[in-house]
């Protein structure tokens, strides 16, 4: 299985952050996986986002629950981030990756990152 | 929950042991009996990997001279004999309490 991250790596303050992430390798619809999304800001630590399962149940993070959609696409075999009116705090590298949440809770395959900077 | 991982700069000399501590605010034990760790490497210019799962469950592929340890709120890393491509930041993980939270980091590096 193998995730990749695509979208744009600079974006507007006040503007949308979209990301797009591909899978490959596995079916998203048909798979337990979870799909989630964590980043990290510069010189900080990971940053868990928000996760999707195949069925369309999510999952936010708190600190970001009124600015955040994670959707998924089964027939593109992609989910995606939508983060609303940013700020140079959203800046960082952007990972989307599958996770196990049954009994054994932990982040499995990580894509490679994008790194989204928040500027004008 | 609040993960602290210490020490935050870990040099070690290839062959030798090698520890690392995270504490969280809260208890990671659930009532099944299990204690809600991960343990992840990011290796220089990578994206993280799983290490360990669930306090002390290696991931598959890892090799066996890493270990992790623990119960409640204190929990342990180890490297029984470091090698050279063990380099980079180990991050702990709580995956118990939403939201999942990761510690700072430990930077481990060759002396």
């Known amino acids: 299985l193998q995730l990749q991250e695509s979208g744009p790596g600079l974006v507007q303050p006040s503007e949308t952050l979209s990301l797009t992430c591909t899978v490959s390798?596995?079916?998203?619809?048909?798979?337990?996986?979870?799909w989630g999304w964590t980043r990290q800001p510069p010189g900080k630590r990971l940053e868990w986002i928000g996760t999707?399962?195949?069925?369309?149940?999510?999952y936010y993070n708190p600190s970001l629950t009124s600015r955040i959609t994670v959707s998924v696409d089964t027939s593109k075999n992609q989910f995606s981030l939508k983060l609303t009116s940013v700020t140079a705090a959203d800046t960082g590298v952007y990972y989307c990756?599958?996770?196990?949440?049954?009994?054994?809770?932990?982040?499995?395959?990580w894509g490679q990152g994008i790194l989204v900077t928040v500027s004008s | 929950v609040v993960m602290t991982q210490s020490p935050l700069s870990l040099p070690v000399t290839p062959g030798e042991p090698a520890s690392i501590s995270c504490r969280s605010s809260e208890s990671l034990l659930y009532s099944n009996g299990y204690n809600y760790v991960d343990w992840y490497l990011q290796k220089p210019g990578q994206s993280p990997q799983l290490l360990i799962y669930l306090t002390s469950n290696r991931a598959s592929g890892v090799p066996d001279r890493f270990s992790g340890s623990g119960s409640g709120t204190d929990f342990t890393l180890k490297i029984s004999r470091v090698e050279a491509e063990d380099v980079g930041i180990y991050y702990c993980m709580q995956p118990l309490r939403s939201p999942w939270t990761f510690g700072q980091g430990t930077k481990v590096e060759i002396k």
């Open positions: 990756a599958t996770e196990r949440r049954d009994s054994y809770n932990y982040i499995d395959q």
């Open positions: 999707i399962s195949s069925g369309g149940t999510t």
């Open positions: 390798g596995d079916s998203i619809s048909g798979s337990s996986f979870f």
